[in-house]
């Protein structure tokens, strides 16, 4: 399903240029679920942004579902629509409806009719307990329910793949519980899922395999069984030290 091989990205600053990523290779199977963890500055986010191209690889290559994303030819919509992404600030438009939120792609992009676009949203709505929500502006929902209807609006465009970018990280914590809830129903029914995250309890559950990220680079993977009990590399074991 991701094939990523040997990716290279950097950065140009004003201390000169940073090599954020630094021969990274990743092999995602179609519905698993693989939690990306590791010290901040080690390069989650930017691997992440790579996988649909919000950042554009310098080197290596990125198959998605048999598609070359690193092709110039191919077209960066085709990619995004492939590809969903939840980022950390839910990023919904706050002048218009939730459902509107929800339906704008499927209308602009995909060329869906109206009537069609609110039926499918109104079933994604359910499907993140917000159904009564559809008619309220993103300003009245709490920071949980406005990540639940990111995560529905993502999943209205029948992505193939879903990236989580710290989904939980801007919110209060009695909220954090009903966003990983909808995602872990989502691992449930079989999405292939790359997710950034500092929820441990959310990897050793869900997770097929932890990845350590430190210093641009993979450090270590494996099964959550494994990896928490008997992780092998020092800094692995360091970093899980800091944080359990
Ligand atoms: N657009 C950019 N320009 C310059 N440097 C960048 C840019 N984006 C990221 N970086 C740098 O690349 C490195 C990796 O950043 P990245 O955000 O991927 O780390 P991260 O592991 O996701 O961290 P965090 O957990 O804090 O979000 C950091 O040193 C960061 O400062």
């Known amino acids: 399903m991701i094939t990523a091989k040997n990716i290279h990205k950097y950065f140009e600053t004003p201390s000169g240029t940073l090599h954020a990523l630094k021969d990274v290779s990743l092999t995602v199977k179609p519905a698993e679920v693989v939690v990306v963890i590791g010290p901040s500055g080690s390069g989650k986010s930017t691997f992440l942004r790579c996988l649909n191209r919000l950042e554009y690889a310098d080197a290596g290559s990125i198959v998605i579902d048999g598609v070359n994303i690193l092709d110039p030819k191919c077209a960066i919509n085709a990619v995004r629509a492939e590809v969903g992404m939840v980022f950390q600030s839910f990023n919904l438009f706050p002048h218009i409806t939730v459902l509107e939120n929800i339906t704008m792609a499927q209308i602009s992009v995909r060329k869906t009719r109206k009537a069609e676009a609110d039926k499918i949203s109104m079933e994604l709505l359910e499907k993140v307990g917000l159904s009564q929500k559809a008619a309220a502006y993103p300003d009245q929902l709490s920071g949980g329910q406005q990540q639940r209807v990111a995560i529905a609006r993502s999943l209205a465009m029948s992505p193939k793949v879903l990236l989580f970018d710290e989904p939980t990280s801007a919110l209060d914590p009695e909220m954090v ?59 692995t074991k360091l970093f899980l030290k800091q944080i359990l």
């Open 177 to 235: 519980g009903e966003v990983l809830d909808v995602m872990q129903d989502l691992a449930k029914e079989g999405m292939t899922m790359v997710v950034v995250t500092h929820e441990m309890g959310f990897a050793r559950e869900v997770a097929d395999r932890v990845v350590f990220m430190d210093d641009g680079q993979i450090q270590e993977e494996g099964k959550p069984e494994h990896f928490f009990t008997n992780p092998q590399n020092e800094r």
